[in-house]
């Protein structure tokens, strides 16, 4: 079993900065990636950003440029600067980690929520 425990979340004005973190604990194996998806009330999720064991990143576009996803392999979390906040960005953050067990499984946290005021 692997929890994902996420913090960081909040309230901000538009331009402003939040830094959300995720910690991987439980029984884990290898972590292919690891990553954050989001979900605005009436939307699906989308995909924020995501990195692999290897450090390649992944970002879409309406976020690329102002976040950034980084990673602590000796912790097991990962973390997402985000930066020149947009009231669009306000969702539901989700974290996600690709386990190899050894097919590839998906977990997820619980959310943790970003509003962004304007």
């Known amino acids: 079993q692997v929890q994902l425990v996420e913090s960081g979340g909040g309230v901000v004005q538009a331009g402003g900065s939040l830094r959300l973190s995720c910690a991987a604990s439980?029984?884990?194996?290898?972590?292919?990636?690891m990553g954050w998806y989001r979900q605005a009330p009436g939307k699906q999720r989308e995909l924020v950003a995501t990195i692999t064991d290897g450090d390649k990143t992944n970002y879409p576009n309406s976020v690329k440029g102002r976040f950034t996803i980084s990673r602590d392999n000796a912790k097991n979390t990962v973390y997402l600067q985000m930066n020149s906040l947009k009231p669009e960005d306000t969702a539901v953050y989700y974290c996600n980690l690709v386990a190899s067990r050894p097919s590839l499984v998906d977990y997820w946290g619980q959310g943790t929520q970003v509003t962004v005021s304007s």
């Open positions: 439980g029984s884990i194996s290898r972590i292919v990636a």
